[in-house]
């Protein structure tokens, strides 16, 4: 810098253009930092993508397991607990349904039309979209019939086969009742291989 006098005495400072070119005055980010900083979280951002997705996928189908697991355990101890036979209605496909009925078979694609003491009890692939029940072996019309008596499915257990497409699940309701699950393909928290 050099420093110049004015005509009434003071002193003022003038900026040579060198030094005004040579960055010391800087201000912003120049268009190749930008492009670096774009780039690197462009990078990041695809190497993360794949892991992002595929643990909502496995989020997804835990609870898709755990809510049907609980679900037909709610069958079975109402069934129970008011002495009445409680069916739970499966469909399989991409647009799966699994609800509770104390009528008997339902179509569980109907809002309102399965409930236990008019209350809905439905689980369906609007809740978990990256799931879907590809197989079922139960009783007749895709249920499962807990008796009224002691819980028991006799004649009426079955299973469902739940995938997110990397993972697979088997959802097991024995005659006694016994509601379980195991993995057929992948590792899913605690779940037991098949």
């Not at 019309?141 to 002691?150: A, K, P, S």
Request: hydrophobic content about 35%.
């Amino acid at each position: 810098m050099q420093k110049s006098l004015k005509k009434d005495g003071n002193v003022s400072k003038t900026i040579r253009a060198t030094n005004y070119l040579s960055g010391s005055f800087q201000r912003g980010l120049t268009l190749l930092e930008i492009m670096i900083v774009l780039s690197v979280i462009m990078l990041l951002a695809t190497l993360g993508a794949p892991s992002i997705i595929q643990m909502l996928q496995h989020q997804q189908l835990k609870g898709t397991l755990q809510t049907s697991y609980f679900l037909l355990q709610q069958a079975r101890s109402t069934a129970i607990s008011q002495h009445n036979s409680v069916t739970a209605q499966f469909q399989k496909g991409s647009d799966w349904c699994i609800a509770l009925s104390d009528t008997g078979p339902c179509n569980c694609q109907v809002k309102s039309a399965c409930t236990v003491d008019n209350i809905e009890y439905r689980i369906s692939a609007l809740d978990y979209p990256q799931v879907k029940i590809s197989d079922t072996t139960m009783g007749k019309d895709q249920t499962i019939v807990f008796d009224g008596v002691r819980g028991t499915a006799i004649g009426n257990a079955g299973t469902g086969v739940f995938s997110n497409g990397n993972e697979t699940a088997k959802l097991i309701v024995s005659n006694l009742g016994r509601v379980r699950i195991c993995m057929q393909q992948g590792k899913l928290g605690a779940f037991q291989k098949c």
